[in-house]
């Protein structure tokens, strides 16, 4: 049997962002609060990083950690700090001061290594497509791990579809529906009439109150751009 050491790597994950305008405790509970009634699976113990930057004055962290925690979501750290006084205090209630990429210094560029080119890997087999048949009901979870999702039916309130991958709905989508859950970013939702209760792409989520009035009940796609979900008619 090989053993194998402890190993640091860097990862990429998907965290959603609270962006605060003030530090008023029962603003931002009852924020919260809204977000998780109308999709309570979605953002039970779902990590979550405060954006401080339009902030004049440091605000209670430890009260802001308690008050996240007790709304079921788990507070991992600060970004837009906008000093080290603000950056010092972060770091006393236990939470991690981040950086965006877009926000990053530049850093030099490190010296060239030479490498030895690597024999070709293996090419990755193909996962077939997920095809559920008939409607997806309310409390119901169809998930696609490592591939897309074809739902031949509609998706109910209260039930959930996620794929690993894009998801094509031949129905009305009234539920959740999650796609690029591992993080992928290219993936797509497609439907035939819109209703959603939630839309989310490799952690970027959309509610319905928020969707956009004229593409109600109306075929379309969603995609990611620049960051935002974009929903498209298709014509």
């Known amino acids: 049997m090989v053993e194998r050491d402890n190993e640091l790597k860097g990862s990429t994950f998907t965290i959603s962002v ?14 919260l609060a809204e977000k998780v009634a109308q999709a309570p699976y979605f953002f039970n113990c ?33 970004t837009g700090a ?27 560029a490190p010296e060239p290594v030479v490498t030895v080119a690597a024999p070709e890997p293996e090419p990755t087999p193909l996962i077939p497509t997920r095809v559920h048949v008939g409607p997806v009901r309310s409390g119901q979870q169809i998930y696609a791990a490592g591939t897309s999702l074809v739902v031949l039916g ?8 996620l794929a690993d991958d ?8 009234r539920g959740r529906a999650i796609a690029g859950a591992r993080g992928n970013t290219r993936a797509r939702i497609y439907c035939q009439q819109l209703q959603a209760e939630l839309l989310s792409i490799a952690g970027t989520f959309q509610l319905s109150d928020a969707l956009p009035a004229g593409l109600i009940q109306q075929a ?3 995609r990611l751009d620049n960051e935002q979900l974009r929903i498209d008619r298709i014509k």
């Open 18 to 31: 609270l962006h605060i305008s003030d530090g008023e405790p029962e603003r931002i509970r009852q924020l």
């Open 46 to 78: 779902a990590p979550l990083v405060i954006n401080v930057s339009r902030l004049e004055h440091i605000p209670d962290f430890e009260q802001l950690k308690e008050l996240v925690e007790s709304e079921e979501f788990v507070l991992v750290g600060v």
């Open 82 to 108: 906008r000093n080290e006084e603000m950056k010092t205090a972060a770091k006393a209630a236990g939470l991690a001061v981040m950086a965006s990429g877009k926000h990053r210094k530049s850093e030099p």
């Open 154 to 161: 509609s998706v109910s309130p209260g039930a959930e579809v």
């Open 166 to 173: 894009s998801i094509h709905i031949y129905g009305t989508l």
């Open 220 to 222: 379309v796609h969603i």
